[in-house]
């Protein structure tokens, strides 16, 4: 029985260390990651680490200010995603009559006219995936922030998911500029940009941005600190 405790508590004690261990980050131990090509490198000092030694780009231990530079482009962001879906994208003229449409306006006359996958189109990449990236990004802030040390990889994988889906944003201009392409085919149509675009445009740059701000290596920060296991 004596021997089964000793065990036991080897055992515990190895689990405990295991965990510990995976807990440890690059920057605990005096490394630093390249964001280009993930190279650990050791840096040249504290205050200027350097430059990559693969890839030559700029080392830093973690982005400075990330935090308040992501949640100002987040709230920016935000403030204009309401012109952008309550303002005119563009002004329909037909036979000497104008008819502004907004983005929600523009699906719904889509839908009605038969062209329901360009509905779709434009719904999801002019107003599901700017709000969802708001959404996603808004989560990481609040939860690095509160120093979470839960779901980390799935926080990781979500913010790689955003990360992605900033290099297709210019989609969703692509969209409305192929939307508008298509009414100018029509007999005697013309269209003309709404203040809408603009807003619209500005969401669109915005939320890039801020996906480019935010250093994800925040995000298992915390669970080194608490010496919680990463996950």
Known sequence: MKQQGIAGAMQAQGIADARKAEAVSAASVGLVSCEACQLLSRPANVHEPGY??????????RRPRSIQHTWALVVAAAICYIP???LPVFTTTTLGEEEP??????VAFLYTSGSWPLALIVLVASVMIPLGKLAALAYLLITVQRGSVANNRERTQLY???EFIGRWSMLDVFVA?????LVQLAPLTSVAPGAGVLFFAAVVVLTMLAAETFDARLIWDAGVRHGAPHG
Not at 52 to 61: A, I, Q, T, W, Y
Not at 177 to 181: E, H, I, K, L, N
């Open 101 to 106: 449409d907004t983005i929600l306006s523009g």
């Open 177 to 181: 500029a192929f939307t508008v392409a």
């Open 160 to 162: 790689r998911i955003v």
């Open 52 to 61: 990559c030694r693969r890839c030559g780009e700029k080392l830093e231990f």
């Open 84 to 86: 952008a879906n309550a």
